[in-house]
């Protein structure tokens, strides 16, 4: 059984490892994601196995009645494919909602197929490519969905 819960301080050093994982190409340093844990216009939510373990995580910038920004979202390898990441999405979405927010904005990798196949599967449309967003030669996908 999964169960969810809103991040806090002390999954930190969590965050910062997964993130090595997960994506090497741009992982936050501790500073970057302490910073971003004490905003109150970000929310950051984390997936848990039985033994209480972090296995996914998710966080968004909802500044207001404007567009809000996915800022991660990540799975372990291990756990993929159980609609994990949706139900992270999920709940972030619904708090950029309750923030007022009237669409949600994300750049993803261009090349990387299993999370536009998750922001597709959500409604998640393509707009334009960001060329060399992620470093040079990664170029970045934007995709927008809109909230009613
Ligand atoms: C992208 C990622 C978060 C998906 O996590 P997940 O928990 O496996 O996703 P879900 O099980 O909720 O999948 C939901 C839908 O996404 C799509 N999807 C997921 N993995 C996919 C894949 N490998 N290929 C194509 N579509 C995929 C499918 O439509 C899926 O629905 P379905 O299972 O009914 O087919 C995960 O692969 C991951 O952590 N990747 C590395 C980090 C990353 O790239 N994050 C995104 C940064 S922008």
Known sequence: MIAYREANAFDL??????????????????????????????????????ANSIIGYAGVFAPGVTEADILTVGVVPEHRGRGIATALMALITNWASAQGSTAMMLEVKADNVAAIGLYESLGYLKLNVRKDYFGAGLDAQVMRLELS
């Open 13 to 50: 050093p969590i965050f910062v490892s997964l993130d090595r994982e997960l994506f090497p190409y741009s992982p936050w340093t501790a500073g970057q994601y302490k910073e971003e844990f004490s905003s109150p216009t970000r929310h950051f939510v984390v997936a848990l196995d039985e």
